[in-house]
């Protein structure tokens, strides 16, 4: 790039990081269905899931927010545990229903409340990222007890079911946030430009 050119605003190390983590999720979910996890699939989603923490850092320590990384990492989150908890529920580790109310709550939220977050006036709650946390820490660590402690498989499950439930009250809070944005409520900045 010539000198004094500026870059687009999606060419960013942490946007590519993102990316990284669309395309590590085929891998990871076919090793994970394929004979049940085993340690190189548990490796794989563990990088996977580190992805996320390190597109957030990486967008801090080098001032390389946008906006379309402000898109594409809550889609990559949403797509990833979708695909990760489905991959669970094939190979038998999980059951379906953590799945269908993780869905649920996505779509809702997508046809309600997808606008307004495009838009960038949705930002990220301390639920959701908590919610976020528990559940790739969750299903991580059932995927790693699945290889090598299946006695701790029932456990884990709790566990899901507790980053499921924060799903659920971050999705309504997202839900409640942008229908007081969409009824003229506060005009917030994008979380990407703060």
């Known amino acids: 790039m010539p000198r004094g050119a500026r870059r687009p605003d999606w060419a960013t190390i942490p946007n590519a990081v993102t990316l990284l983590?669309?395309?590590l999720l085929?891998?990871?979910?076919?090793?994970?269905v394929d004979g049940?996890?085993?340690p190189l699939a548990v490796i794989l989603l563990l990088v996977w899931a580190l992805t996320d923490w390190v597109d957030g850092l990486?967008?801090?320590?080098?001032?390389?927010?946008?906006?379309?990384g402000a898109i594409i990492d809550p889609i990559a989150d949403r797509l990833g545990l979708v695909g990760v908890v489905l991959s669970l529920a094939l190979a038998g580790v999980?059951?379906?229903i953590p799945l269908g109310v993780i869905a649920l709550v996505d779509i809702v939220l997508l046809a309600l409340a997808g606008r307004t977050a495009a838009g960038g006036a949705l930002p990220v709650s301390r639920v959701g990222k908590a919610r976020t946390a528990v559940l790739m820490s969750a299903v991580f660590l059932l995927a790693a007890a699945a290889a090598w402690l299946p006695a701790a498989i029932p456990a884990l499950r709790v566990l899901v079911w507790i980053g499921?439930?924060?799903?659920?009250?971050?999705?309504?809070?997202?839900?409640?946030?942008?229908?007081?944005?969409?009824g003229g409520g506060e005009d917030r900045a994008p979380a990407w430009r703060r």
Do not use: E, K
């Open 94 to 96: 999980l059951s379906w």
């Open 26 to 32: 085929v891998p990871v979910c076919v090793l994970l």
């Open 164 to 182: 499921v439930l924060l799903h659920v009250i971050a999705g309504v809070g997202y839900l409640l946030s942008a229908l007081r944005h969409r």
């Open 58 to 68: 990486l967008a801090r320590a080098l001032h390389q927010t946008s906006r379309i």
């Open 21 to 23: 983590r669309f395309l």
């Open 36 to 38: 049940g996890p085993d």
